[in-house]
């Protein structure tokens, strides 16, 4: 493959994924607005948002990290789309693994800390504090997925998952071979998202949006760029790890919806967990679910 | 009260809006963000009178704003619109400044129920502002005691045409004529009055300085301006802090 396609391919992909994570943020909307019986935000809302947020002039600034560290956000998300496969499109999927995604998944988080932190607004950095630990808290059962998509497959590189995955049809879709391990995986998406009961970082009503409490005008464009770019990033990796990815967009985009219209419609139901109680139940069932999926799993090589 | 710019100061100003640059297309982007501007719109409450009780039916189920593309918001940093609802207490009214100034421009005022357009049934009282847009610039008045989501409604979707037309300019305003809005507020406040955000300096910055930016009642922020942090010298166990803050 030479340069020039993967220049294009690597251009092109984080603007698919953020035109479908645009998609997504929508259906949530949608869903939640739904569910609660209203009408909801009409189809270009989300791109409504983001460009009027972009118009905005900005009049203060909290310094140089903390411009810095919006770019770190959206930086991050930008890299993560061009490892992460999509139909047609493996960017630098062969260069890296799922290792290196995982890595720079975390990216955008620490980036969000580090401007954050010289805004110097206490809901600011309470609400980062949080975030953290809620990290802290899902990454042991997502390495856990890692972990056991690695030993069942028997590699980490996400082409070649995907590939065992198209190769052998649905019988070998990672739900069907391994279906604790996806149960965890849902329950570790849906507290990556953030989504109530785990929403003890954004907390509008306790601590005014927590890291996006000095976040105005351009930066929370960004913000709302991210918002496309993670839902879409958590979709498509459980797509890619346990439904097989996509041949095509056709095939790829039903997928992603059916994946994500869970946690979107769950949510809706739960109040909100406290920052220590989220974090000690993702410790306990996600990660029970997990470790008892792995052991499955090893159990049958 | 000062009656001598009354004139100026009950009209809701209207000003003309940027000039157009040079470049063909600078004009369409801003007629493309206005049309995005008119279709997103985050509101701010400060919901210290009883029109609030009007807002959760508009947002939820019933009426539903969100079709709209109106969402409530939890930080002026993040929002578009100050809604204002019922009596302005003169206490309220340094919370809503403060506020306002902290919310980032483009911004709009609505003014809901009597109260805020004339002060309403506490226009006897001596603690209470009669016409919120003497102090800070109102884009829109929602009228009556209280405006049902209806109205409520209908007032946002007046000020969404404004939007879209280039019309509500009332952030503008607040930047050229400056002086006024501070001498009406410095009249309730007294001459020490003084807010974090410095308009001045936001109004050159966003070319915005206008003849009556600076004037008689700038004169008295510089006069009375205290130093906003404290001094350098490490303060563990604080010191009575001579300021008076």
């Known amino acids: 493959m030479g340069w020039g396609s993967v220049l294009l391919e690597v251009t092109l992909m984080p603007l698919l994924a953020f035109a479908t994570g645009l998609l997504l943020v929508l259906m949530m909307r949608r869903i939640r607005a739904r569910l609660e019986r209203r009408v909801g935000p009409p189809f270009f809302q989300p791109l409504y948002d983001i460009l009027k947020l972009y118009g905005k002039r900005v009049q203060i600034s909290h310094g140089f990290i903390h411009d810095l560290g919006i770019i770190m956000v959206v930086g991050g998300y930008i890299t993560v789309e061009m490892y992460l496969p999509m139909p047609g499109m493996d960017g630098l999927a062969a260069h890296g693994d799922l290792i290196t995604l995982a890595y720079l998944m975390m990216v955008p988080s620490l980036g969000m800390a580090l401007g954050v932190g010289q805004c110097a607004n206490p809901n600011g950095s309470i609400g980062i504090s949080r975030a953290l630990m809620a990290m802290l808290g899902y990454d042991i059962p997502f390495m856990l997925v890692i972990v056991a998509a690695a030993t069942l497959y028997g590699t980490t590189s996400l082409p070649d998952i995907i590939a065992a995955q198209q190769g052998g049809g649905m019988a070998t879709w990672g739900v069907v071979t391994m279906p604790v391990m996806a149960i965890a995986g849902l329950v570790t998406t849906h507290v990556m998202l953030a989504k109530e009961p785990f929403e003890t970082y954004v907390a509008p009503a306790e601590i005014a949006t927590g890291p996006m409490v000095e976040m105005g005008g351009k930066f929370m464009g960004g913000l709302f760029v991210v918002q496309a770019f993670q839902v879409y990033t958590a979709g498509a990796l459980y797509t890619t790890l346990f439904l097989g990815g996509g041949t095509s967009w056709l095939e790829f985009l039903p997928k992603l919806c059916a994946v994500m219209f869970l946690p979107f419609a769950i949510t809706v139901l739960f109040p909100r967990f406290k920052a220590g109680e989220g974090l000690l139940w993702v410790w306990k069932w996600p990660t029970a679910i997990a470790l008892l999926g792995l052991a499955l799993i090893y159990l049958r090589r | ?245």
């Open chain 2, 1 to 245: 009260m000062a009656d001598k710019d009354k004139d100026k100061a009950i009209d809701i100003p209207v000003t003309a809006g940027q000039p157009a640059g040079g470049s063909p297309y600078a004009g369409v982007f801003d007629r493309l963000f206005d049309f995005c501007r008119a279709r997103s719109l985050f509101l701010l409450h400060y919901c210290t009178g009883c029109g609030a009780i009007e807002l959760p039916p508009a947002m939820t189920s019933r009426y539903d704003m969100e079709r709209l593309g109106i969402q409530p918001m939890a930080t002026p940093r993040q929002a578009d619109i100050l809604l204002v609802t019922g009596y302005v207490a003169t206490k309220t009214l340094k919370r809503i400044l403060l506020t306002y100034e902290q919310m980032p421009a483009p911004r709009y005022v609505i003014g809901i129920c009597s109260c805020t357009v004339n002060g309403g049934m506490y226009w006897q009282s001596y603690a209470t502002v009669k016409k919120l847009n003497e102090y800070l610039p109102v884009d829109m008045y929602i009228a009556g005691c209280m405006p049902r989501p209806e109205a409520v409604i209908a007032g946002l979707q007046q000020l969404m045409d404004k939007i879209e037309a280039g019309r509500a300019n009332g952030w503008q305003d607040y930047y050229r004529r400056y002086d006024a809005y501070l001498g009406k507020q410095q009249a309730l406040f007294g001459p020490r009055w003084q807010t974090p955000t410095d308009i001045v300096a936001e109004a050159r910055r966003f070319e915005l300085f206008g003849p009556g930016t600076l004037g008689a009642h700038t004169s008295l922020l510089d006069q009375y301006q205290q130093p906003l942090e404290l001094p350098s010298e490490p303060v563990f166990g604080r010191q009575k802090d001579e300021s008076g803050r």
